[in-house]
């Protein structure tokens, strides 16, 4: 059944039969394709052929680089259903997000085309006369883009479409616990460069390997841009280390993201806000709601609805009519009973958390949804366990719940619930959420692509997707033209 889909999308055979890495699928454990892992050697060469593709990419006109993501947008309209289907397979994602993973890919792609026509620049007031100033933007070079599991193709989609109308030529470096998406991505991405003809060789190419090959762009003086998706572990290392050769950086790192809940909330709204942002993806996006910061006059009602809510979460294999789909492996179930445990030790109340369909999947990990009552932010909340664990604070007053949104060492998303105008407009206030996303009566999750997406503090204050993002693509450059007969110097210095 992969293999019909992986044909369908266009992946040889050859590429997910042979190898040595096995690739499993979270819905029921078993094997699906086996991958060969490239190494330094490999990612370097890729580098090389990147870096020539740039140096041709570079000087094609922006709104022509602009109609090659505007093929590839038309491709994957044409495979939303099938890729959608390989993120449920590969990443255990339900029906409905697979595919709204593919749709942000379509909308990423539709922004990029419209950027592809707006790179502007400043015109700056010369102090001068007879001179005119500007700032125009250039192409970076090659940009890596490494990514996590759990967006397996929009995050590619993301850094890539608009890498690419800035003129640049991209390596990726999926998961390698994703691999077989990744072949898809760059299967159709190939059909949009044969329809537009003469783009240069090596402009993206993927690299399916795993720390080594992550390193190898890392470290590659000629990689501009490291553009990485991941645990703040991960962005631990790979941060210093681009900043060590001067590279620049993009980190997108972990959240632990919160929601105030205000007595004056819109109750029914918010349960289904919870509900989105805590179950939704099993609990495994970076903007999963994992803190909810309830006052205590609301607490006793909200913890009531959200149970029974709860209780009633269709939990199973992801294509079928279920909410809940798999944790991605077994290490990620084993760190979910670890927080837990540890949550109990911390003095928390635990609803829910237990493993389910063991017996039907013996190799797959389905939990049900943990809720656990806090009496303090101790040490388990305030690290991200990539789990669906909502773990709930009690507040008396507004500047507390502030305080406690703000108390943890990740800055990703945030949000409140309230309808008191003063508390929505505190919250997105400078003295309100630290937070890269703040949003007032919607959860923390399921951004859209207009806006800069990125945290702030242990999430590494990257930002993509869409705002002015692009300008993170593109190096900047200030011109002043001088067209007089004199040559007057700033700051009024005379030099005779
Ligand atoms: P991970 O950190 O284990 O792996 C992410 C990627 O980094 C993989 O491709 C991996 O091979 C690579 N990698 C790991 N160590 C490396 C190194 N030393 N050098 C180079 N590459 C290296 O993360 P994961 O388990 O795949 O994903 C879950 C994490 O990602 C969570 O913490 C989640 O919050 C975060 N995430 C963040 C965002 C965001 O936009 N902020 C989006 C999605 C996921």
């Known amino acids: 059944m992969v293999a019909a889909l992986l044909k ?13 890495h096995p690739v499993h699928t979270p819905i029921d454990g078993s094997r699906i394709a086996s991958v060969e892992l490239v190494g330094k050697v490999q990612t370097t060469a890729a580098i090389d052929h990147a870096q020539r593709a740039f140096e041709a990419w570079r000087d094609v006109p922006a709104p022509r680089r602009g109609e090659l993501v505007r093929l590839f947008g038309e491709v994957l ?3 939303k259903a099938d890729l959608g289907e390989l993120v449920s397979v590969e990443a255990g ?9 593919v749709q942000e890919m379509i909308d990423i792609c539709d922004f990029a085309v419209g950027l592809s026509r707006q790179l502007y620049g400043l015109t700056i007031a010369s102090e001068r006369p007879g001179h005119h100033m500007r700032e125009t933007w250039h192409p970076l070079g090659v940009v890596g883009v490494i990514s996590a599991f759990n967006f397996p193709v929009a995050v590619w989609a993301w850094n890539t479409t608009l890498a690419l109308v800035a003129g640049n030529a991209v390596v990726w470096k999926p998961s390698e616990k994703t691999p077989l998406t990744a072949l898809a991505c760059q299967a159709l991405f190939e059909q949009a460069l044969k329809a537009f003809g003469d783009a240069p060789e090596g402009l993206a190419q993927v690299v399916i390997g795993g ?3 992550g390193e190898a762009l890392v470290d590659d003086a000629r990689v501009a841009l490291v553009s990485a998706t991941g645990s703040t572990r991960m962005g631990r290392e790979v941060g210093p280390r681009v900043a060590a050769r001067f590279g620049r950086s993009i980190l997108e790192l972990g959240g632990n993201n919160a929601m105030i809940l205000a007595p004056s909330a819109d109750l029914d709204l918010a349960v289904r806000g919870i509900l989105f942002s805590a179950v939704g993806t099993a609990g495994q996006r970076c903007t999963t709601l994992r803190r909810l910061i309830v006052h205590r006059a609301v607490k006793d009602e909200v913890l009531t609805r959200l149970k029974a809510a709860y209780a009633k979460v269709r939990i199973g294999d992801p294509r079928q009519d279920n909410l809940v789909g798999p944790l991605i492996d077994r290490q990620s179930f084993e760190a979910m009973q670890g927080a837990l445990a540890q949550a109990r030790d911390e003095g928390g109340e635990v609803f829910g958390g237990a493993r389910q369909l063991a017996e039907r999947y013996p190799n797959a990990y389905y939990v049900a949804p943990a809720i656990v009552e806090m009496p303090a932010q101790s040490a388990v909340v305030r690290h991200e366990t990539f789990a669906p664990i909502l773990y709930v604070l009690v507040y008396d007053d507004f500047e507390e719940a502030l305080r406690l949104n703000n108390e943890v060492p990740q800055g990703l998303s945030s949000c409140i619930f309230t309808t008191d105008l003063r508390e929505a ?4 206030s400078a003295s309100g959420s630290d937070c890269g996303i703040a949003n007032v009566n919607i959860g923390t999750s399921g951004a859209e692509i207009g806006g800069a997406f990125g945290g702030e503090k242990e999430t590494g204050g990257g930002r993509e997707s869409g705002s002015d993002a692009w300008k993170g693509y593109m190096r900047r450059q200030t011109n002043t033209v001088n067209y007089s007969r004199e040559l007057p110097l700033a700051q009024g210095i005379v030099f005779d």
């Open 211 to 213: 720390r080594e090959a």
């Open 93 to 101: 994602k339900i029906t409905q997000e697979g595919l709204g993973e």
């Open 77 to 79: 309209r044409r495979h």
């Open 8 to 20: 369908r999308l266009g992946v040889a055979d050859q590429a997910h039969s042979r190898g040595d």
């Open 425 to 428: 407009e505190r919250f997105q």
